[in-house]
């Protein structure tokens, strides 16, 4: 079992972007994921919010190799973007491993990694199919 959880502080934040090899950004959300039982870091987000989401990471921690998680972690991340009416969301390439990025919905458009958010998260994924 794992939670998810917004990272307050930003000198854990930079800790917890140094553990994932990712660039630290003072002032973008970032999430954490945990094991609950041993507190063991598992993964992390890096976002802004803007016109759209935009999400620059999306790590695993190095002891970990936990896809269904990381799935979950990036559905959370988008699901907050979403729910502060950006509907749609771009990730850098680099942000995650690529079949975790097409699975969870982005789409290579004109260089960029994109997903339309739309009728995602009302409970029935709104018609949005998973490429793997």
């Not at 800790?15 to 598992?42: N, P, S």
């Amino acid at each position: 079992m794992f939670k998810i959880t917004p990272i307050q502080d930003k000198t854990r934040q930079k800790e917890i972007c140094d553990k994932c090899g990712a660039v630290f950004r003072e002032d973008f959300f970032a999430y954490e994921m945990y094991e609950c039982e041993t507190l063991e870091l598992m993964g992390m987000s890096q976002f802004e919010i803007g016109e759209s989401g935009y999400i620059y990471d999306l790590k695993e921690a190095p002891e970990c190799d936990d896809f269904e998680a990381m799935f979950i972690l990036a559905r959370q991340t988008m699901n907050f973007i979403d729910l502060c009416e950006n509907h749609t969301c771009y990730a850098s390439k680099d942000a995650g491993k690529e079949r975790l990025l097409r699975a969870v919905g982005f789409k290579e458009i004109d260089g960029q990694m994109y997903c339309d958010m739309t009728g995602m998260f009302d409970g029935n994924c709104g018609g949005h199919k998973v490429e793997l």
